[in-house]
């Protein structure tokens, strides 16, 4: 999985903002950077993960799928393992609860959001093979739970 670069920039800003920036990170225990990396963010929130185009390498994983034998198919159904979506859903909710993460968690959380759309694909290209090839599958739509 790649990931997306990070670019540095020089901000002249006045200093009485400055000081509201600096005492607001004081009080989360945050960095400056990071509370306005918040602030950007906040104004221009990342775009969500799904692209118009998909990936070259995942289309012919996907093709690929046509070939695997039905255990194969319910192994890729399974979709995100529940390690990595616990770590989504605790990043996500600690962005809800706290209204910040730091832009080590925005990448964090950015990049799981990638996988997650990606093993979203692939489990609804194997639900639909074994669909195809008239297996059961309803014991792979119940939801798993937390």
């Known amino acids: 999985m790649t990931t997306e670069a990070i670019t540095s920039i020089t901000l002249n800003i006045p200093v009485g903002l400055?000081?509201?920036?600096?005492?607001?990170?004081?009080?989360?225990?945050?960095?400056?950077?990071?509370?306005v990396l918040q602030a950007v963010v906040r104004e221009l929130p990342l775009p969500a993960p799904q692209s118009e185009t998909v990936p070259l390498e995942l289309t012919e994983k996907l093709a690929a799928m046509e070939?695997?034998?039905?255990?194969?198919l319910?192994?890729?159904?399974?979709?995100?393992?529940?390690?990595?979506?616990?770590?989504?859903?605790?990043?996500?909710?600690?962005?809800?609860?706290?209204?910040?993460l730091t832009s080590k968690e925005i990448e964090?959380?950015?990049?799981?959001?990638?996988?997650?759309?990606?093993?979203?694909l692939i489990r609804s290209k194997a639900l639909a093979l074994l669909t195809e090839r008239g297996q059961d599958i309803s014991e792979l739509l119940k939801i798993r739970g937390r």
């Open 18 to 35: 400055y000081k509201r920036l600096e005492q607001q990170a004081l009080k989360k225990h945050h960095t400056v950077e990071d509370e």
């Open 67 to 72: 070939l695997l034998d039905e255990v194969a």
């Open 108 to 120: 964090q959380q950015f990049q799981l959001l990638r996988e997650y759309e990606q093993k979203m």
């Open 74 to 100: 319910r192994r890729a159904a399974q979709g995100m393992s529940p390690r990595r979506a616990a770590q989504l859903r605790a990043l996500n909710d600690k962005r809800q609860r706290e209204g910040f």
